[in-house]
């Protein structure tokens, strides 16, 4: 890894040995330098912090550093598609375009990941006979475990589910009566599904995907679309090699999120309701 700095045009303000969290800028004889590039995690912020332009790193594309136009942040507005954006259960009959769906992935990969592992990666499935054969697949042992369920010791089978009893009863008994009239209780018709997912070993990487999955679900909502994060098919993920296979996901890896989306069948006009935070100040 090569980083050089241009010394005409270097201030000496110091803020990229201030802001290398890796060590690699550090004050030689009262000037920054990048003395072990080997511990560079490629996380950018020396280029990014530096007022002149005055660093040249090979390993990144200087293509994608610009200038950020501060006008364009808007606190309110952050609120808003916050608050605003719900779990979306019922979607139009209509495709998601591709370039929208690259849109939302070409931004979810800014979002955070431990050590800059950037190890993300997703699987945009929109052929909806696959997602229809899914949530087939995924409503079918469903059934099964209820079927189990109602018979037998139940302990397991909550937990793994990660449903009390009474309530995963409850709701089948529903489901069962809804599912032959065509409706969706796993995949919810919809048009489009986003597994983000990455290497099976590794610290922090379900904490990874999360914050790309956070990422898309808001930015989808300030594009018009809705979302829903689907907990279901991350579980049956996890216990199905089929279900892998047949979405695709590669062997070493892990899916830690699954999302559909889709074009919203109607607005929740309204914010909602919510427990108060449990937050204690120190
Ligand atoms: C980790 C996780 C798993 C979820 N799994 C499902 C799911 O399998 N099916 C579903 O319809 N909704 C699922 N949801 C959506 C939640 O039910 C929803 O976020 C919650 O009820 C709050 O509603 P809101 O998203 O509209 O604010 C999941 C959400 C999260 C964060
Ligand atoms: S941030 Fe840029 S201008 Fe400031 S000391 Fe580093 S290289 Fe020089
Ligand atoms: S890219 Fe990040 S880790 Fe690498 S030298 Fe710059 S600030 Fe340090």
């Known amino acids: 890894m090569n980083i050089t700095r241009i010394d005409n045009k270097c201030s000496r303000c110091m803020l990229c040995v201030r802001d290398c969290v890796s060590g690699v800028w550090r004050l030689v004889d009262g000037a920054p330098e990048p003395v072990e590039p080997s511990l560079c995690n490629l996380c950018s912020h020396c280029v990014a912090v530096c007022p002149r332009s005055a660093i040249i790193h090979d390993g990144l594309d200087p293509d994608q550093v610009s200038a950020l ?41 800014y979002s955070p990941t431990a050590s800059n592992e950037q190890s993300v990666g997703y699987i945009v499935v929109t052929d909806r006979e696959l997602i229809r054969k899914t949530a087939n697949k995924i409503y079918s042992f469903a059934l099964r475990l209820y079927e189990k369920t109602r018979k037998g010791p139940i302990g397991a089978i ?16 529903y489901i069962k009566g809804q599912v032959p009239a065509g409706r969706d209780f796993i995949l919810h018709n919809a048009p489009a599904l986003i597994l983000v997912h990455t290497p099976k070993r590794g610290s922090f990487m379900c904490d ?10 808001n930015y989808a909502h300030s594009l018009g679309l809705g979302t829903c994060i689907i907990g ?33 069948a109607y607005p929740h006009p309204k914010t909602v309701s919510r427990k108060e935070p449990d937050v204690k100040w120190l």
């Open 69 to 109: 136009d501060k006008k364009k942040v808007s606190a309110e507005s952050y609120r808003e598609t916050v608050l605003g954006r719900r779990s979306v259960r019922n979607f139009r009959d209509r495709e998601v375009p591709r370039n929208v769906i690259e849109r939302i992935i070409d931004l979810a990969r």
């Open 232 to 264: 279901f098919l991350t579980i049956a993920l996890r216990f199905s090699k089929s279900l892998r296979s047949s979405l695709g996901v590669p062997a070493g890896r892990r899916v830690h999120a699954c999302i559909v989306l889709g074009y919203p």
């Open 158 to 173: 909550a937990r793994a589910t990660g449903l009390s009893e009474n309530r995963y009863l409850k709701v089948m008994e």
């Open 208 to 217: 990874n995907c999360s914050l790309a999955a956070a990422n898309i679900i």
